[in-house]
């Protein structure tokens, strides 16, 4: 069973698509849950879990971390908690980081580039 100390099972049903807190790695919750302490500021989920069959129909391949329940996406909508959310997901280890000017996306997958940050 997936826990977390910071994430509700509403949050992940608030997402887009709707998913639960089951479909992710306890792996990518605990970094998630460090960086909520590092940061002090909540972290929102936009996105979180989405299925192949999802993201197939959204235009994606079907390979995204999202599937492997090892991404989120984190609403972010001011430059300063854009930095302390980028600051604390770096300091706890996460090493693939894509950002916009509305959310940050970070994922641990290991089946993808690692130290890469990018701009969507």
Known sequence: MIKAKYFSEKEF???VPPCSLQDMKQSTIDKL??????AGIPLVLNSAYRSVEHE???????KSAHTLGM???IRCNTDSNRFSIINA???VGFTRIGITKTYIHVDNST???QNVT???
């Open 89 to 91: 997901l770096i300091a």
């Open 33 to 38: 849950d460090m960086t909520r302490e590092r």
């Open 13 to 15: 049903i608030n997402c």
């Open 111 to 113: 089946s993808h580039s």
């Open 56 to 62: 197939k129909k959204q235009g994606r391949d079907g």
């Open 71 to 73: 991404a989120v996406d």
């Open 118 to 120: 990018w701009l969507y």
